[in-house]
């Protein structure tokens, strides 16, 4: 995960991280990775990792890795995910209860989130409150927004701090605007980069897309297909869109593949429900590519900055309409746009305030 990869590299000089996962990259490639040693600490870029099968990863393993390492000060990265449960269930035990514990739940807690799957989630939220599983930890949220969602679902007692996550320092240092392509009239490329789940809200896009019959709109959708019968309920959108819309699918690429997918696009186009953040969104900035994205996550000043729009999930009406003023803008316009696009993201990623954030959570957590 980016957010932990970028936290390793701003701090390292000033703290040692001690990183516990999976030994497979997800739920859809599930292969041990072959140069690493599973159940030993490897030393990973600026970090020393300890890769867990899925037998190895249990309350045992993460104490017994704590012990080892005594450290200032864990942090529990996603609120579902099976290592932070297991590490705080054995801290309920009483193990390590000394340790300070930062949790980001990047995203989980949102309303849209919880509700996929919603049955499991809110057993486990309403068990997790009784027993007072997550008493007397940190909660780190990347918005205000994030705040909100955390207190919603835990309560106003929770300590949240906020801190956006962290990005690498630059995003292709060595772009230009001339990389972009031409903007005829009438013509778009659009780029869809994201996983292919229902809380994207790709079939929204598709729908808007099928009523559009008079401009000419390539979509490259550039993410793992996570959720096969929902990829199917899209397919069946994509199998009935007019002849003057493309749809190219190119499943899961590398980072830098993803990148290269945006700098060929004019704009990047993401309906989601929800985002606590988002690194995508600046990814697609730094590339020069204006968002048009719906109005649940954090970058809410797009029009006001001329770098793109949010929209309404309420109706397909506003999608339809701000992709073909996309299709029918103009070379010059479009450029400015794109300008626009990448100044935004060079100031953001250079704003010392962000790392700032990030290094007072972490400052105040260890002294506590």
């Not at 099968?53 to 864990?74: C, Q, R, W, Y």
């Not at 309920?233 to 499943?251: D, Q, S, W």
């Not at 990047?268 to 109005?295: H, K, Q, R």
């Amino acid at each position: 995960m980016w957010t932990v990869v970028n936290l390793v590299n701003r701090f390292c000089t000033k703290y040692d991280f001690f990183v516990i996962t999976r030994n497979y990259d997800g739920r859809d490639d599930k292969k041990p990775y072959s140069d690493i040693r599973t159940g030993e600490w490897n030393d990973i870029g600026n970090a020393k990792v300890l890769y867990l099968s899925d037998k190895m990863m249990n309350e045992a393993a993460l104490i017994g890795a704590a012990l080892e390492t005594a450290p200032h000060a864990v942090f529990l990265n996603a609120f579902f995910a099976t290592p932070s449960i297991l590490y705080l269930f054995a801290r309920w035990k009483g193990k390590n209860k000394d340790i300070p514990v930062i949790l980001a739940p990047c995203g989980n807690l949102s309303t849209e989130a919880i509700d996929l799957k919603p049955l499991k989630k809110r057993v486990f939220l309403k068990l997790s409150g009784y027993m007072g599983l997550h008493q007397d930890i940190f909660w780190k949220a990347s918005s205000e927004l994030e705040k909100k969602e955390i207190q919603n679902a835990i309560g106003f007692h929770a300590d949240v701090k906020i801190a956006p996550d962290l990005p690498p320092r630059d995003i292709l240092p060595d772009f230009s605007l001339e990389q972009k392509p031409n903007k005829h009239s009438a013509e778009l490329n659009l780029s869809y980069v994201s996983r292919v789940v229902k809380k994207k809200n790709l079939h929204f896009l598709l729908t808007a897309l099928s009523t559009i019959k008079d401009r000419n709109i390539t979509l490259d959708i550039i993410g793992l297909q996570e959720e096969q019968p929902y990829w199917q309920k899209c397919l069946a959108i994509i199998r009935t869109l007019p002849t003057n819309i493309k749809v190219n699918a190119h499943g899961g690429v590398t980072y830098d593949e993803a990148l290269e997918h945006l700098v060929n696009s004019h704009f990047f186009v993401l309906p989601t429900l929800n985002e606590n953040f988002g690194y995508v969104f600046i990814e697609a900035l730094a590339a020069g590519c204006p968002l048009i994205i719906s109005d649940r996550t954090m970058w809410n000043d797009l029009q006001k900055n001329g770098t793109g729009w949010n929209l309404s999930l309420d109706s397909v009406e506003p999608w339809v309409d701000v992709i073909k003023k996309c299709c029918d803008m103009k070379e010059e316009e479009y450029i400015q746009m794109s300008r626009n696009a990448r100044k935004y993201a060079v100031d953001w990623l250079s704003d010392p305030s962000v790392e700032a954030a990030t290094a007072k959570i972490l400052e105040e957590v260890i002294g506590s």
